[in-house]
């Protein structure tokens, strides 16, 4: 499914250096220690993306839609210990109108299950998600009834993948990403949420929420992907372009954290 993947894509992008100054020294201080949630991505083709939050600094809702009128929304929800519980996806997409429950169970050994179920379907398929404590994704296994991808994931001292291991399908063709950081600040990374849940989609999981920003992405001996960056006073990105394509690129508006 792929409904969410501009979400995912947005959560992957990161920030390059620059450097800001301030009217004083407590100005710059306060800048340093803002800390700021996304809640309006508009892309360069018309397309817009709003996210809502609780008084927890989650994530509780995510709905995307294009300008011919599709799109799809995403509620979070969450039990009374904090942790995620459920997720709901509903959308149309090309006259496609469906909803999807994903269903989360925590079991021993930093194992979550995600059960998934369409409306209106007797049957689902589970996915099992391996976290370390953290809630960093170390591993995703898809159902054994289907050949979806499966992943295995590396990380640097501070928190940001260092690579995707990934196996592909039926084929089970392996492949490798590797991904290099700035020292910014990540457009999610005042979100309060484990980032293994902005990591699985059902169908793909790439890169969660992440500290720092994204400078490149390599798969195997292909070229890098790279992105450039326009910031805010706070060191958050406002715009981001891809530089395989200056004419891809989509800017931010943000709300300030509780």
Same mark, same amino acid.
């Given at each position: 499914?792929?409904?969410?993947?501009?979400?995912?894509?947005?959560?992957?992008?990161?920030?390059?250096?620059?450097?800001?100054?301030?009217?004083?020294?407590?100005?710059?201080?306060?800048?340093?220690?803002?800390?700021?949630?996304?809640?309006?991505?508009?892309?360069?083709?018309?397309?817009?993306?709003?996210?809502?939050?609780?008084?927890?600094?989650?994530?509780?809702?995510?709905?995307?839609?294009?300008?011919?009128?599709?799109?799809?929304?995403?509620?979070?929800?969450?039990?009374?210990?904090?942790?995620?519980?459920?997720?709901?996806?509903?959308?149309?997409?090309?006259?496609?109108?469906?909803?999807?429950?994903?269903?989360?169970?925590?079991?021993?050994?930093?194992?979550?299950?995600?059960?998934?179920?369409?409306?209106?379907?007797?049957?689902?398929?589970?996915?099992?998600?391996?976290?370390?404590?953290?809630?960093?994704?170390?591993?995703?296994?898809?159902?054994?009834?289907?050949?979806?991808?499966?992943?295995?994931?590396?990380?640097?001292?501070?928190?940001?993948?260092?690579?995707?291991?990934?196996?592909?399908?039926?084929?089970?063709?392996?492949?490798?990403?590797?991904?290099?950081? =700035?020292?910014?600040?990540?457009?999610?990374?005042?979100?309060?949420?484990?980032?293994?849940?902005?990591?699985?989609?059902? =169908? =793909?999981?790439?890169?969660?929420?992440?500290?720092?920003?994204?400078?490149?992405?390599?798969?195997?001996?292909?070229?890098?992907?790279?992105?450039?960056?326009?910031?805010?006073?706070?060191?958050?990105?406002?715009?981001?372009?891809?530089?395989? =394509?200056?004419?891809?690129?989509?800017?931010?508006?943000?709300?300030?954290?509780?």
């Amino acid at each position: 499914m792929k409904t969410i993947n501009y979400l995912f894509l947005s959560l992957v992008i990161t920030l390059l250096s620059v450097s800001f100054t301030s009217c004083s020294d407590d100005n710059d201080d306060n800048t340093k220690t803002t800390k700021s949630l996304p809640k309006l991505l508009t892309w360069s083709y018309g397309g817009k993306t709003s996210i809502e939050y609780d008084s927890q600094n989650r994530i509780t809702k995510y709905s995307e839609a294009d300008t011919n009128g599709y799109g799809s929304t995403i509620e979070y929800f969450y039990d009374t210990n904090g942790k995620p519980s459920k997720v709901t996806i509903t959308g149309n997409w090309s006259g496609d109108t469906y909803t999807y429950l994903h269903n989360f169970t925590y079991k021993e050994g930093n194992k979550v299950l995600v059960t998934e179920k369409r409306s209106g379907e007797n049957f689902g398929t589970t996915d099992t998600l391996y976290i370390n404590d953290a809630g960093q994704i170390l591993k995703f296994r898809p159902d054994a009834n289907n050949y979806a991808t499966s992943y295995d994931y590396e990380y640097y001292s501070n928190g940001n993948v260092k690579s995707v291991r990934e196996k592909r399908g039926e084929s089970r063709d392996v492949e490798e990403q590797f991904l290099e950081y =700035d020292n910014n600040k990540g457009i999610y990374s005042a979100v309060n949420v484990p980032s293994w849940l902005l990591m699985y989609d059902g =169908d =793909d999981i790439y890169i969660g929420l992440t500290i720092n920003n994204k400078l490149k992405t390599k798969w195997g001996d292909s070229d890098p992907e790279t992105y450039t960056y326009t910031y805010n006073e706070s060191g958050y990105p406002t715009k981001i372009t891809f530089v395989s =394509d200056s004419e891809d690129y989509f800017t931010i508006e943000y709300t300030s954290a509780k």
